[in-house]
């Protein structure tokens, strides 16, 4: 799965937060409620627009972040 399916950022959504194409759900949100420990069952009952494709799209997002390089993000 790329995750650059899933992935957006746009300057006039959310403040141009990185977030879940068609949704206002941050992927700051998504990480923050994982590593938090909250499950991917209860992340997807607190976001319904959410798939288990976008979380997972999510993680690859962070992992790519991780490699500290520069990623484009394009709307």
Same mark, same amino acid.
């Given at each position: 799965?790329?995750?650059?399916?899933?992935?957006?950022?746009?300057?006039?959504?959310?403040?141009?937060?990185v977030?879940?194409k068609?949704?206002?759900?941050?992927?700051?949100?998504?990480?923050?409620?994982? $590593?938090?420990?909250?499950?991917? *069952?209860?992340?997807?009952? $607190?976001y319904?627009?959410?798939?288990?494709?976008?979380?997972? *799209? *999510?993680?690859?997002?962070? *992992?790519?972040?991780?490699?500290?390089? &520069? &990623?484009? &993000? $394009?709307?």
């Amino acid at each position: 799965m790329n995750w650059k399916e899933r992935v957006f950022a746009d300057p006039l959504i959310c403040h141009g937060q990185v977030c879940i194409k068609g949704t206002r759900v941050p992927v700051a949100v998504i990480l923050d409620n994982l $590593s938090e420990g909250v499950t991917e *069952a209860e992340v997807l009952r $607190s976001y319904p627009t959410l798939t288990s494709e976008d979380i997972k *799209a *999510a993680l690859g997002y962070a *992992a790519e972040l991780s490699r500290e390089r &520069i &990623i484009s &993000i $394009s709307a």
